[in-house]
């Protein structure tokens, strides 16, 4: 299987900051790596695709990089409504596998 | 547009069997190279893949779970379903029914709302 490691698992930061997540998988992914955000009670919604594909529809303020093992989520400036748990999660083979989440507040 | 709906009972007994299925409009399951899984998430923890049915039938499971999950699809129905068997509290959480690719362009891109099964006596 294929390990999905996430950091931080939390980070709290002010509004209009940027915020950074990395995720490193255990063997080359290529660029199959996906980002997700959830909101309390709500589904995971796919915010970026394949490392750096924006999702119809999202913010500009949302992208992502990476490619292999190593990969990037970035915030450029943090709004209040960004507040939730985000997640990565590689589509290259199965199982698939997500990384453990990092959960964004508000400071 | 696509959506998926879960439906089922929200309370299983422990030992029993837990039994779900996914609605889905807007689309057909037989649309070719996308998979129909099952994905599921504790109560405060992170997202599981359970398994999931490629659009020609073919199932895969976790290897955590594998002994214990079985996938079917109803074609008529446009539906898809979920069977784990031998439950205990350990299986407690939201279960998301969800379409995705492998191994080329996309990720989860649709996913049902959840629904919460409890596993309790």
């Known amino acids: 299987d294929i390990q999905m490691t996430q950091s931080p698992s939390s980070l709290s930061a002010s509004v209009g900051d940027r915020v950074t997540i990395t995720c490193q998988a255990s063997q080359d992914i290529s660029n199959y790596l996906h980002w997700y955000q959830q909101k309390p009670g709500k589904a995971p919604k796919l915010l970026i695709y394949?490392?750096?594909n924006l999702e119809t529809g999202v913010p500009s303020r949302f992208s992502g990089s990476g490619s292999g093992t190593d990969f990037t989520f970035t915030i450029s400036s943090l709004q209040p409504e960004d507040i939730a748990t985000y997640y990565c999660?590689?589509?290259?083979?199965?199982?698939?596998?997500f990384g453990g989440g990092t959960k964004v507040e508000i400071k | 547009q696509l959506q998926l709906q879960e439906s089922g009972p929200g309370l299983v007994k422990p030992s029993e069997t837990l039994s779900l299925t996914c609605t889905v409009s807007?689309?057909?399951?037989?649309?070719?190279?996308?998979?129909w899984g099952w994905i599921r998430q504790p109560p405060g923890m992170g997202l599981e893949w359970i398994g999931s049915m490629y659009y020609r039938g073919s199932t895969y499971y976790n290897p955590s779970l594998k002994s214990r999950v079985t996938i079917s699809v109803d074609r008529s129905k446009n539906q898809f379903s979920l069977k784990l068997n031998s439950v205990t509290a350990a299986d407690t959480a939201v279960y998301y029914c969800a379409r995705h690719i492998v191994g080329t362009t996309g990720g989860v891109d649709y996913w049902g709302q959840g629904t919460l099964v409890t596993v309790s006596s």
């Open positions: 807007g689309g057909s399951i037989s649309r070719s190279s996308y998979y």
């Open positions: 394949d490392a750096s």
């Open positions: 999660q590689q589509c290259d083979n199965l199982p698939l596998t």
